[in-house]
């Protein structure tokens, strides 16, 4: 299966509590941190929810 980096390039610090906690479901501890999931619908509905907090890698 594909794989996707995604990197926390934004604090969710004061944001809504449901983008918080996607952020922590995506793995997330701390800004500038990237991890990699497998490429499926589900991760980038994530992704799009919280879009202006993370950065998709090549």
Known sequence: ??????K???SPIGKPEAHRKTVEALGFKKIGQVVEKNDTP???????QVNYMVEVLD
């Open 8 to 10: 926390l390039v934004k």
């Open 1 to 6: 299966m594909a794989m996707i980096k995604i």
């Open 42 to 48: 589900q991760i980038r509905g994530m992704i799009h």
